[in-house]
């Protein structure tokens, strides 16, 4: 059976057969938008908003808290404060999500952006501001690019908000509350016949869904998206980072292998002791492999100081 140092080798190899690398990645999506201008691209391209409302800058907040899943190796998530060309403030997340609970995650994490929304739009008006618009709530905006089918889509791009039922039917209703927008881009709904609107979004959209097994960059005049395929392009990255991202493929796939048959031993056990001792099992693993304690606790949920425990033990064993 092969090490894992071989599996993250192999990948690595598997990687540079392309000419790109998968923007669906965690660690591309992250870099693909590590610059501003390329996030304040993406984001008006997708928000479909009037040019006095286009986004001109963003400050770029850290989220107050994180929820990871068992499978998730790392959340990917992007919170911004942006200002408008209309010179008013919106408050945004954008996410790369996952299939579980998927509608209860984004529901979740938009109350959670409102609320962090609300703290920081209190904390820049006046004790007067306060005291005649206690309940007054900032704009935010709650972004998911999905490389799934979403049951709820009937299109590539779904922007939903709070109706009224009795307006169910009625193609010219409007919301009865719109400062909180959900957008949810369910890019497996994307076709030739959206990609050949030829716009700044459709151009974001072959990015995502074509770029990966992608020969060649496309010909395109719009420097921010010829500077993404520049910077993902194979050749031209470097080797530790390349095998960054393969080591987190191999990760990612070992974990969901392991959490699944961690569930599926503890249920034909009938008791939960099955599945934490897998854990444990697993975790020893990937400690062995040299994965860091810190993601192996937060991917198998173990306590931190539990896995520290083993990670010291196996150290102990090597000297």
Request: glycine fraction near 2%; include cysteine; aromatic fraction near 8%.
């Amino acid at each position: 059976m092969a090490t894992f140092e071989e599996k993250v080798k192999k990948q690595v190899e598997i990687i540079k057969q392309h000419a790109f690398l998968d923007p669906t990645r965690d660690k591309v999506f992250k870099e693909i938008f590590s610059k501003d201008v390329t996030l304040i691209h993406f984001l008006n391209a997708m928000l479909h908003q009037p040019e006095e409302r286009k986004i001109v800058s963003i400050e770029r907040k850290k989220p107050a808290s994180t929820l990871t899943s068992a499978i998730d190796v790392e959340e990917v998530r992007f919170d911004v404060h942006a200002k408008l060309n209309n010179d008013e403030f919106v408050d945004l997340e954008m996410q790369r999500a996952s299939h579980e609970d998927f509608a209860d995650r984004v529901e979740l994490y938009a109350d959670q952006l409102s609320i962090e929304s609300k703290i920081h739009f209190d904390s820049q008006r006046t004790e007067a501001e306060k005291e005649d618009h206690p309940y007054l709530m900032p704009a935010t905006y709650s972004v998911w690019i999905c490389n799934f089918p979403v049951s709820f889509c009937k299109s590539y791009r779904e922007e939903l908000g709070l109706f009224r039922f009795s307006s169910i039917g009625n193609p010219n209703a409007l919301p009865v509350y719109d400062k909180k927008r959900y957008i949810v881009v369910d890019l497996s709904r994307v076709d030739a016949k959206v990609l050949n609107l030829n716009t700044a979004e459709t151009e974001w959209l072959e990015l995502f869904t074509k770029m990966a097994l992608a020969k060649d960059a496309p010909k395109t005049k719009d420097p921010v998206i010829a500077d993404v395929y520049s910077r993902l392009a194979v050749n031209a990255l470097e080797k530790n980072f390349i095998t960054e991202i393969a080591t987190g493929m191999v990760t990612e796939a070992e974990i969901s292998t392991r959490i699944g048959t961690a569930r599926r031993e503890g249920r034909e056990e009938g008791h939960k002791e099955g599945c934490e001792e897998t854990k444990f099992s697993d975790a020893e693993a990937l400690l062995r492999d040299n994965d860091p304690v810190e993601r192996v606790s937060r991917v198998l949920k173990l306590p931190l100081e539990k896995v520290q425990e083993l990670a010291d033990k196996i150290a102990a064993e090597r000297v």
